[in-house]
């Protein structure tokens, strides 16, 4: 089974070619962050246009590095949600009309269902059940996954997003966007001793999050140090640590309270570098294994997109006949395959 992915949910355009015996056979990624750059943040009516530009010239390009033709293909898979609903039904309009010329089945895919079966595109997959942290900027998750849409919902923020409050604090400190990255790299250079920010939610049993607060502690302490010259890299650092220490406890956690052997970490703030590390010094401690995407897989990409699509349509699953876009949907809303999918 051969599969096409598009991925069109927010600023990036994503395609893909997964086949079911090969892997994955061709991909590629446009970044819309220059375009939004400007206007530090993504700007929606912008974001649709750039994917109605870019995603018919991308399919071609994949296509031919995978070397195949559309009569190769045995089904596509496009993000039906969530995120913004422009951007979305460019997507799922190129899905569905590619699927009618060629009659083949095109299935929606939820998007976080796609981060959160990314790292089986690794040569060492994990298998089922484990227990995964979606970490991006719209979306901070705990879920506890049983088998393919399987999903129980252990803990979600309650406030911003953890990608959020990144771009937020490194907006705050005068860092370009994407600030996520960015105030990653500022942290390296601050001095690990000087701040100690709060745990938020750490202090109370449960798995729920909640990242705001963080960001006010570093507005509070930027303006009590404003005069030094040193405070901005000091306060990358001190925030990353209370971020990354939080999800650290907050996993931990919920490998104890599921029994779970293996921790999946997905989503764009899964390829930061800090929070690969501890949390690996944490599933060590806890007799665990975990698993992450590679780094051009945890950002939204078409290749996690085409393997959702593969998986469901391998296991049986019947797409439904209309255009779906759905801004706001719930992982836990999702079902196992079955003949008829409800959205």
């Known amino acids: 089974m051969r599969i096409l992915g598009l991925e069109t949910s927010c600023d990036e355009t994503g395609i893909a070619v997964y086949d079911r015996d090969r892997g994955l056979l061709g991909h590629a990624l446009y970044s819309q962050v220059g375009l939004h750059a400007e206007y530090g943040g993504v700007v929606p009516e912008l974001a649709s246009r750039d994917h109605v530009r870019k995603v018919l010239p991308l399919v071609r390009q994949v296509l031919d590095e995978a070397g195949v033709t559309t009569a190769d293909l045995d089904g596509i898979a496009y993000t039906a949600g969530p995120g913004l609903i422009g951007a979305l039904l460019v997507g799922a309009s190129v899905a569905r009309a590619l699927g009618w010329s060629l009659a083949i089945p095109v299935l929606g895919v939820h998007h976080m269902e796609g981060h959160l079966l990314a790292p089986m595109l690794e040569p060492d997959p994990p298998a089922f059940p484990f227990v995964a942290l979606l970490v991006s900027g719209g979306h901070t998750l705990l879920v506890q996954v049983e088998g393919l849409g399987q999903y129980r919902l252990l803990g979600e923020t309650v406030d911003d997003a953890v990608g959020e409050a990144f771009d937020k604090t490194a907006k705050l400190l005068g860092l370009p966007y994407p600030g996520g990255p960015e105030l990653a790299r500022l942290a390296k250079t601050g001095d690990p001793a000087r701040f100690r920010f709060p745990r938020p939610m750490t202090d109370r049993p449960g798995l729920a999050f909640s990242f705001s607060g963080l960001k006010t502690f570093a507005v509070t302490t930027l303006r009590r140090h404003q005069d030094d010259p040193t405070i901005r890299a000091d306060i990358a650092h001190a925030f990353q640590e209370a971020v990354v220490e939080t999800l650290a406890i907050k996993c931990r956690r919920a490998l104890r309270q599921t029994g ?19 949390l690996a010094e944490v599933t060590v401690e806890e007799d665990a294994q975990v698993h992450f995407p590679r780094p051009e897989f945890c950002t939204d990409n078409g290749a996690m997109i085409a393997l959702v699509g593969s998986l469901r349509l391998q296991a049986g699953e019947r797409p439904d006949p209309e255009l779906v876009a759905t801004p706001r949907w719930r992982l836990d809303e999702l079902k196992p395959p079955g003949p008829v999918r409800n959205v």
Request: glycine share 16%; no cysteine; proline share 0%.
């Open 260 to 278: 779970a052997r293996r921790l999946i970490v997905a989503g764009g703030v899964g390829a930061n570098a800090r929070l690969r590390q501890r």
